[in-house]
Nanobody, 127 residues
Framework: QVELVESGGGSVQAGGSLRLSCAAS?????????MAWFRQAPGKEREGVAA?????STNYADSVKGRFTISQDNAILYLQMSSLKPEDTAMYYC??????????????????????WGQGTQVTVSS
C-alpha cells in the first residue's frame, strides 16, 4: 500500500507562484520509485507535468519548462510553480511508479506508467 497526499494548491493571479507538496507513505512505498506530477483540466486528458527519478534525473513537459521545478526530499515531493498562467489551471496529481526511460533518457511517461496516485490538489490561476 502506497499513500500519496498532495497539498499546497490554491488560487493565484497570473504571474504568481505556488508550491505543491506530496507526502508519500505506506508499507509499499519504495524510495527507488520515480515520482511525478500530472494535471487535468476540465474536459481535457490528464497530462504529465514533471517527473523525478530516484537518482535525481528530471523531465518536464515543454509547456512548463523554465517555470516549474520538481524536487524531492526523502518521501516529500515538491513542485515549485512560478510565472503561472491561466492555462496552468487544473487539478494536480502526485504519482509514483517504476520510472520511464527512453532513448534520450528519463521521461515523464504517461498516466499508465504510474501505479499509485494521490487525490489531487486544485490550482486556479486567474488573469
Amino acid at each position: 500500500q502506497v499513500e500519496l497526499v498532495e497539498s499546497g494548491g490554491g488560487s493565484v493571479q497570473a504571474g504568481g507562484s505556488l508550491r505543491l507538496s506530496c507526502a508519500a507513505s505506506g508499507d509499499g512505498y519504495n524510495s527507488a520509485y520515480s515520482m511525478a506530477w500530472f494535471r487535468q483540466a476540465p474536459g481535457k486528458e490528464r497530462e504529465g507535468v514533471a517527473a523525478i527519478d530516484s537518482d535525481g534525473s528530471t523531465n518536464y513537459a515543454d509547456s512548463v519548462k523554465g517555470r516549474f521545478t520538481i524536487s524531492q526530499d526523502n518521501a516529500i515531493l515538491y513542485l515549485q510553480m512560478s510565472s503561472l498562467k491561466p492555462e496552468d489551471t487544473a487539478m494536480y496529481y502526485c504519482a509514483a511508479g517504476a520510472g520511464v526511460y527512453k532513448d534520450y533518457g528519463f521521461d515523464i511517461g504517461s498516466e499508465g506508467d504510474y501505479g499509485y496516485w494521490g487525490q489531487g490538489t486544485q490550482v486556479t490561476v486567474s488573469s
